[in-house]
């Protein structure tokens, strides 16, 4: 297996985790909307998954980079700085006082990213499928 | 965990705490209010409102049923299922069930078990649980147990086959609701009925509710009315099923006594419907009314009937204004206030309004004042020139500003709203007003208008002398529709003769509870046209245990004391230890049970043992500040009647005990963890006293002030939380019912946009003295003041507050000091009185219908220790015409909505974002104005036009823009500037427009009954427009804001002035500044005297506004300081008011709309 199919490969996991968790955040925020579960669960549950978020998917924008697949690290660079900007002025953790007022926000955010991963994984997942083809 | 829950036989004292997790059993009683309010969610436990009815909803319990059970039996024998139910609750609950929420439950499967659960089969309850979560057996029997022992066993079957009735509780649809203990565990897991207990009965519940009728010898099922006692009494005085406007009734005794004021009240209480008093007389109509408010799918069985005393009014009346709703706001209607004012010389001149429809038919409209009797005042004549005197122009005049204090305008409502005529049943402004007193149709229209629309809520208010108390509800029968959880309100309609009730936010049909109609203690058939809450809009109810996880708490103050050098230094330990000990008494302890503790920090925090064995009170010190831990678990917080002695003694030596301390740093962070690990077992009121900046171990803070930020786009960083451990430790607090209040005493910064963060997320408030220091005795007095007023407030503790309305319109956002748990939930772990909030109201449908209702339930736990729930109802009419919103907007409520938008902006944004937003909004307001409801609807206007109502709307939008809250500028401390929008945002209305818009008083030439004893207390001078224009040579003049009080003197002042009131010889040896007035023989220092003290008790508020002395050639800051309230003047860099006007005129003509 090449390395560039190795690299597709590890951005097909990666991907598909992500994707996972936005589906996950996706779920508990409307799950906020309907009254089933209460700002300070929702916020505690979320939070804990945000940076690991932000972290993953940076290592993984890394990666494509040193493997030198520029396609890939330019898709990826700009949620890159809008994550370590949100970062910069502390505004990246979901806050139990202000959720109600931040919640369209939150959603429109969570969906964006949502369709993000979801683009990121069909693009890895045809470059590792294109990968192993020319491999073989 | 649930199941744990449930077992408790007799839930321990918060039992609930020890899940820590809030989300999974929050740890408040919120079964009640908290239940979805909003149509969509159907779901709720099991209520005990439910209680009463449900098991008659769908069910036809055989007759037999009823006879055959003996009472005290019943009651157990529901109770065997119990135990069963949280774990089949809880499997009912989980998120698939919920889902379940948006399908009606089948009938089927919920019917059956129902009667076997009301008739208590002990065989069947088992089974229930599996069928409805909401099982009626939880339910808790009406608390007035016997009461339907009258059972009339016939009445069910019409009941039940009443197709409409979607009668069955819903499943469970929230998590938050579904993990709560059901409400039966108090009682059914109790299994120890109180055999007195009426609470325990189960079988009340089934008695038919015209089976209490009988005592009325009226058949209930045919005429829908029964004939009541009353009957003649309506005959008396038909034309009163129109609402009279409680605005204008209510309105409390006038507090202000400037005469034209006081002079406003007394005429408007002259339209007051009937010469027959406050007591209204009840009245039955539901039949018609019901009429009135059917949706075609429920109304099928509604058959109107003819009710027999007042057919000749009802019956000519209402058909008409059935459908026409709509239009029954006439802006002409207005002048009810607007023409007991003095016409003031500029609206002579007013432009009729060209757009301004005339309303639909002149018949009507003097039918409908006929109605309301407010027709027959002298001058009222209903010759169109209500519409005439609607407009203003805005520029050239002064503005009015004695219209600051005139009621709102008047709440038209159709005909036949509210079933009761009384002329309480809708809300009084000052516990609830809407920014719009006629609602637009669709969210189009209110678009189209600008408007804000709003709610300013002040459910807790003070009652002050003259004040009606609010109405308690002591039986507990608290009705509340089944799928909505609205509680029962004067704008129900009856039908079925009676028997039930439709609700008049989401129209389902419920239960009357049959001890409406008969007394089951007395066996005495009652008139439930008496029944407080379908008279009053405000009303009590003392909830039943199902509204309880634990039994009410009580009352704690556990004091943090600052005692680093700073705070000793200021004299802050002296007189706070001095206040606290005096104020002991004043503190509620109606049943014995408060408890108190105190704290004291500097770089390590002191505990004390008050137990009452000890005769001295022991100091623990912990100077462990990363772990901090309570030295003794038990003893820190006493009992504050069996600890007096030793309290006392701790406080006497308190200001000894460290005044020769050098340490200057202070532990906050973790004393509050500390104080935390105390309270939170119980809830209760942390007050921290502050006189230094936190700088040690976490939630240190730093001093952040910059100066050079001021005035920028980053002064809004300096508004918000520095740090997040406050943020973090008010949600901690808020779930365990902790509430934080902060008094800050800042001799340097203090950083009160971070510690206020704590009282704002947890309901309390937050008090700063700059520059504080007690050597000044008005200082001390000041804060000592407040500090005892603060402590004998009667504050409601752990409770919650939800806000439902008609189907439609939701509540979109919230302002104010407290937690929100949901989307329509507020937490609040104490309510402080006289706390204003603020909501946002937007639609989701457009309304159909002829009324909208608000109703707010407050539900908390009294100082009293009693559970209750405090309701309001504001009732307004829907209108479709853009004149009539104009002519029925509340410029003090839109100005208090403004305020904490505005507020809200300032601080998450940028401070210019706010001011922008003010501006534009009323550029707006008078754009569209101009375009829709005046002649020059296109090009440029020589002149601003407004509805007279919101004449004043541009003032107070100045008056905001020139606050220190919001003012632009470098020159404003960022302490001073986040203090004041705390207070924007708190401030009930009657506070917030005088810290807006002060009151303005020339004292030396005020007439010579201005400051005497009158008939409504003391007379008030005439306030006078805020320009320096009015500033006379030689004056004294007083300016007063609510939280300060300014006396001008001007430098050309006679001796003999400043000999009569200050008892000085001439105006070089009066001292300006802080002070406290003489107490002189002299007359006008007594007047004046009695005005300043009237001025520092006249709203209600626990503040104590400051007396500072100005002299025109004194000290310039001050000087200044005075000189910045005079909002009408300019005030480089912002414009006066009639530049500012200008300005809008600009913005207005260049726009469009």
């Not at chain 1, 369209?104 to 991963?117: N, P, S, T, V, W």
């Not at chain 2, 209010?33 to 009815?53: A, M, V, W, Y």
């Not at chain 2, 937007?842 to 002829?850: F, G, Q, R």
């Not at chain 2, 009131?1061 to 004046?1088: H, M």
Request: aromatic share 8%; glycine share 8%.
């Amino acid at each position: 297996m090449s390395a560039e199919a190795m690299v597709f490969l590890f951005g097909v996991i990666v991907g598909a985790g992500l994707l996972f968790v936005k589906v996950f955040f996706v779920i508990l925020i409307s799950d906020l909307e309907v009254d089933y579960i209460n700002p300070i669960e929702l916020c505690n549950k979320l939070n804990q998954f945000v940076i690991p978020e932000m972290f993953v998917q940076a290592f993984m924008t890394f990666i494509f980079l040193i493997s030198g697949q520029w396609i890939a690290t330019l898709w990826n660079l700009p949620l890159v700085a809008y994550n370590v900007n949100k970062v910069m002025n502390e505004k990246h953790m979901f806050d139990p006082t202000e959720i109600f007022r931040t919640l369209g926000q939150h959603k429109k955010e969570c969906f964006i990213k949502l369709g993000f991963y979801l683009l990121s994984f069909f693009y890895y997942l045809y470059r590792m499928i294109l990968a192993l083809v020319s491999d073989s | 965990m649930r199941p744990a829950q449930a077992a408790p036989p007799r839930p321990g004292f918060r039992p609930q705490q020890q899940p820590p997790a809030f989300g999974q059993q929050p740890p408040m009683p919120q079964q009640s209010i908290s239940r979805p309010g909003t149509p969509g969610q159907l779901s709720g436990p099991p209520t005990p409102q439910q209680g009463f009815r449900p098991p008659m909803n769908g069910t036809q319990p055989p007759p037999q049923n009823f006879g055959s059970r003996p009472p005290p039996l019943s009651g157990g024998m529901s109770r065997p299922g119990f135990p069963q139910d949280p774990n089949q609750m809880q499997n009912a609950m989980r998120r698939p069930s919920a889902g379940g929420n948006s399908m009606p439950p089948s009938p089927s499967m919920q019917r059956p078990p129902m009667p076997n659960g009301a008739i208590g089969s002990p065989s069947m309850a088992h089974q229930q649980p599996h069928l409805q979560q909401n099982g009626s057996p939880l339910q808790r029997p009406p608390s007035v147990g016997g009461m339907q022992r009258a059972p009339s066993p016939m009445m069910r079957p019409s009941t039940l086959s009443q197709p409409g009735s979607p009668g069955m509780p819903r499943p469970f649809q929230s998590p938050q609701i579904q993990t709560r203990p059901p409400p039966g565990q108090f009682m059914g897991q109790g299994q120890q009925p109180h055999p007195g207990s009426p609470a325990m009965r189960p079988m009340g519940h089934n008695g038919p509710p015209n089976g209490a009728m009988p005592g009325y010898g009226q058949s209930q099922s045919q005429p829908p009315t029964p004939k009541m006692p009353h009957q003649q009494q309506q005959q008396q005085f038909p034309p009163q099923n129109q609402v009279p406007p409680p605005q204008q009734l209510q309105q409390p005794p006038t507090q202000f006594q400037d005469p034209v004021v006081a002079n406003l009240g007394s005429v408007n209480s002259a339209p007051v419907p009937t010469p027959h008093g406050g007591a209204h007389k009840p009245k039955r109509m539901y039949p018609q009314g019901a009429g009135s408010y059917q949706d075609p799918a429920s109304s099928g069985s509604f058959q109107p009937a003819v009710l027999p005393g007042n057919t000749s009014l009802q019956g000519s009346t209402q058909p008409q204004q059935l459908n026409q709703g709509s239009q029954f706001f006439v802006p002409g209607e207005n002048q009810g206030s607007g023409m007991v004012q003095p016409v003031p010389a500029y609206q002579q001149g007013l432009q009729p309004l060209a757009g301004q429809p005339l309303q639909p038919n002149m018949a009507q409209l003097s039918n409908q004042l006929g109605a309301m009797n407010v027709g027959s005042g002298p001058g009222y004549g209903f010759s169109g020139q209500g519409t005439s005197q609607s407009t203003v122009a805005l520029m050239g005049v002064a503005p009015k500003i004695l219209d600051l204090e005139a009621p709102p305008p008047t709440i038209n409502l159709p005909t036949g709203s509210s079933i009761t005529e009384s002329p309480y049943a809708n809300c009084d402004p000052s516990y609830k007003r809407s920014t719009l007193n006629a609602i637009p149709n669709t969210s189009q229209l209110l678009q189209k208008s600008r408007l804000p629309f709003g709610l300013v809520i002040t459910p807790y208010r003070s009652v002050k002398e003259g004040d009606a108390p609010v109405p308690v509800v002591t039986d507990s029968i608290i009705a509340r529709c089944r799928r909505c959880r609205t509680y029962i309100n004067p704008y129900v309609k009856f039908v079925e003769g009676g028997r039930r009730w439709k609700c008049n936010m989401c129209y389902t049909l419920n239960q009357v509870p049959s001890s409406f109609d008969y007394d089951p203690e007395t066996q005495q058939p009652v008139d439930r046209w008496q029944r407080k809450e379908l008279n009053h809009a405000v009303v009590e109810y003392i909830a039943p245990t199902e509204y309880m996880v634990r039994p009410p708490q009580p009352l704690v103050y556990l004091f943090l004391i600052d005692v680093s050098y700073p705070a000793v230094q200021c004299g802050m330990v002296a007189t706070a230890a001095t206040t606290i000990l005096e104020s002991l008494d004043r503190i509620p302890n109606d049943e014995g049970r408060t408890k108190i503790g105190i704290i004291t920090i500097d770089s390590s925090i002191h505990f004390y043992k008050l137990s009452s064995a000890a005769a001295e009170p022991q100091m623990f010190v912990v100077s462990d500040l990363d772990e901090p831990f309570l030295p003794q678990p038990q003893d820190l917080l006493c009992n504050l009647k069996e600890c007096r002695p030793t309290l006392e003694a701790l406080l006497n030596r308190m200001s000894d005990m460290f005044k020769d301390t050098q340490i200057i740093g202070n532990a906050l962070g973790p004393a509050l963890q500390a104080a935390y690990k105390m309270v939170a077992p119980i809830g209760g009121k942390v007050l921290c006293l502050q006189a230094s900046l936190p700088n040690l171990g976490s939630g240190a803070l730093k001093m952040r002030e910059d100066p050079k930020l001021l005035g920028t786009s980053k002064e809004s960083t300096l508004l918000q939380a520095a740090s997040s451990f406050y943020k973090t430790m008010a949600v901690d607090c808020s779930k365990s019912q902790v509430c934080v209040d902060m008094f800050l005493f800042g001799s340097q910064y203090s950083d009160v946009a971070t510690l206020s963060c704590l009282p704002r997320y947890t309901g309390g408030s937050t008090f700063f003295y700059p520059a504080f220091t007690a050597a000044k005795s008005e200082d001390a007095l000041k804060f000592a003041h407040e500090l005892a007023e603060f402590l004998s407030q009667r504050i409601a503790l752990e409770a919650l507050m939800r806000i439902r309305a008609s189907k439609g319109v939701r509540m979109s956002a919230f302002y104010g000091n407290f937690f929100v748990r949901s989307t329509d939930l507020l937490a609040l772990p104490n309510v402080p009185r006289d706390q204003s909030y603020s909501i946002e109201v937007s639609y989701e449908e457009n309304l159909n219908i002829p009324v909208v209702c608000f109703q707010t339930g407050l539900l908390h736990t009294s100082a009293s220790g009693e559970r209750r729930i405090r309701v309001l109802t504001l009732a307004l009419p829907v209108t479709s015409s853009l004149s009539e919103l104009y002519a029925s907007a509340d410029q003090v409520a839109i100005a208090t909505l403004l305020a904490n938008k505005a507020v809200e902006r300032g601080r998450s944004a940028k401070l210019d974002d706010a001011r922008d937003a003010l501006t534009n909004k009323m550029v707006d307001i008078l754009g569209v104005y101009k375009t829709h409801m005046t002649a020059s609807s296109s090009g440029a206007t020589p002149n601003l036009q407004i509805s007279d109502n919101l004449k004043l709307l541009p003032l107070l939008t100045l008056g905001m823009l020139k606050h220190v809250a919001l003012r632009g500028g470098s020159q404003i401390p960022s302490d001073l500037r986040s203090y004041a929008m705390y207070l924007f945002s708190t401030l009930p209305s009657q506070c917030l427009i005088s810290y807006i818009n002060p009151k303005f008083y020339s004292l030396h030439n005020m007439p010579g009954n201005c400051g005497t004893i009158g008939e409504n207390g003391i007379e008030m001078p005439v306030s006078m427009n805020l320009s320096s224009e009015r500033l006379e040579r030689g004056g004294l003049f007083m300016l007063e804001d609510s939280q300060n009080i300014f006396l001008w003197v001007s430098k050309d002042a006679v001796p003999q002035l400043c000999m009569d009131l200050f008892g000085v010889p001439n105006y070089e040896s009066i001292r300006g500044g802080k002070t406290t007035l003489p107490a002189l023989e002299t007359d006008f220092n007594q007047r004046v005297n009695l005005i300043v003290g009237k001025t520092r008790e006249m709203r209600r508020t626990p503040y104590y506004p400051q007396l500072y002395v100005i002299k025109e050639d004194g000290d310039p800051a001050l000087r200044l300081w005075f000189l910045s309230h005079l909002i009408e003047d300019r005030a480089d860099p912002i414009m006066s008011y009639h530049q500012y006007l200008g300005h809008l005129k600009d913005k207005v003509n260049s726009g469009s709309f």
